[in-house]
């Protein structure tokens, strides 16, 4: 048996066998390629207002004090603040993410829901086929067995795809597009051509989803550069209740009832602002971080439970999927001393490396430019997957002919004799 022939038949029934999933896998992959972007620009109209030209923004207690007692229902768990002028400030509270101006403390408004419901589905279709409950484990391990299979595609295509004889003729059949006389011509044509000038991307961004989808390969990120993988975090299992026994307003309106009804509520209320986490002190390690990491482009802080708690910030200077430009700083709540700053070059090589491979399958690591590629070698695998399940259905035909016209021959032979 030729090579060729060795190679094309596990790839021909890799194909069949996966085509379905990984056409789903590369439709919804086209739809997130820039789903940052989708997301930002769906907020973009909460926009802070510049009193004037090089104005200063609220100071960072300033502003979550102004939030505290304009929205006392709010509890603010982390603060973002970019560098452009107008930018809002991103407050997160549990299960909301909220806009206020930098300069008034004012509420811009809430996050949009719809584009971000969009992405989440097409992430949901993405990795699991949209299943839910005790399905899902086994839908990811589908998408995850056909995305290896994918890289066994490409892989082997690469070799397929050029030609047997190196005569420019041949060379520029497979490199080139061209008017064919017959549709299986033209899918074949654009099974080559866009299989040649997307193998190399394309096997990176399914490559480098293989750490995502399974432990195993995961942990060999690590060991092929001698190191020991992290423990995998445990999930929790199940909603957290709270302390009365009901979750959600209707247990909270509950509790508050059997404690003597509003006027106790009020009082707790009122408790609570007094053990509310002190905001002191924030100003300075806020200024301390921006002095830390020069041309940074956002600023996230984890709002401290306590005053001893240390403060922890997030610094990134790129464009939020680039990990190189990401670092945390961690400074001493009473003295502003660091405790630890930890930047991309300063982790292991083998976390560096899972780093820029989760970032590598969506092309964000280098930046719009990398998602472009990502995009668009994505979308071909959408044609490459069509074409190549209408080759293979083809092929079937032109088979199932073949056999059915030698049984009607052997009949006609048997009664000649």
Request: without cysteine; aromatic residues 8%.
């Amino acid at each position: 048996m030729k090579l060729r022939t060795l190679i094309f038949w596990p790839h021909l029934i890799a194909g069949v066998t996966a085509g379905v999933v990984i056409l789903i896998m590369s439709v919804t992959g086209v739809l997130l390629t820039y789903e940052r972007q989708l997301i930002a620009w769906s907020d973009s109209h909460h926009r802070s207002t510049v009193p004037t030209p090089g104005a200063s923004r609220l100071p960072v207690e300033t502003l979550l004090r102004t939030i505290r007692t304009q929205h006392p229902d709010l509890t603010v768990t982390a603060i973002t603040i970019g560098s452009a002028p107008d930018a809002p400030v991103t407050v997160t509270v549990p299960q909301r993410t909220l806009y206020f101006d930098a300069y008034s403390g004012r509420l811009l408004g809430e996050a949009s829901q719809g584009m971000r419901r969009f992405m989440s589905q097409m992430r949901a279709w993405h990795r699991w086929l949209a299943v839910e409950g005790d399905g899902r484990p086994v839908a990811r391990a589908i998408t995850g067995w056909s995305n290896f299979l994918f890289l066994f595609i490409v892989v082997s295509g690469f070799y397929l795809w050029f030609p047997r004889i190196w005569t420019w003729p041949q060379i520029r059949s497979v490199l080139l597009f061209h008017r064919t006389g017959t549709s299986k011509a033209r899918d074949f044509n654009w099974h080559n051509v866009i299989g040649v000038w997307s193998a190399i991307p394309l096997a990176i961004v399914v490559a480098s989803a293989l750490p995502i989808s399974f432990p195993w390969a995961n942990a060999m990120v690590y060991r092929a550069v001698g190191e020991e993988p992290p423990q995998q975090r445990g999930r929790e299992g199940g909603p957290a209740r709270g302390r009365e026994g009901g979750g959600g307003r209707a247990g909270g309106a509950a509790a508050e009832n059997r404690r003597g009804g509003p006027a106790e509520g009020g009082a707790r209320r009122a408790r609570e602002e007094r053990t509310a986490p002190p905001l002191d002190g924030l100003n300075a390690l806020w200024a301390r971080a921006e002095q830390h990491v020069e041309g940074w482009r956002t600023i996230n802080l984890r709002v401290p439970d306590s005053a001893q708690a240390p403060v922890v910030f997030a610094i990134d200077k790129g464009d939020g999927g680039q990990p190189q430009l990401r670092s945390t700083l961690t400074l001493d709540r009473a003295t502003g001393d660091v405790l630890t700053f930890e930047s991309f070059e300063s982790q292991s090589l083998g976390r560096r490396l899972r780093s820029i491979a989760r970032f590598a399958h969506t092309g964000e690591v280098l930046g719009i430019p990398g998602q472009t590629i990502a995009g668009v070698v994505t979308a071909g695998s959408v044609v490459l997957v069509w074409t190549g399940l209408a080759l293979a259905w083809r092929r079937w035909r032109a088979w199932s002919r073949r056999r059915a016209a030698v049984r009607e021959t052997i009949p006609t032979q048997t009664s000649v004799a």
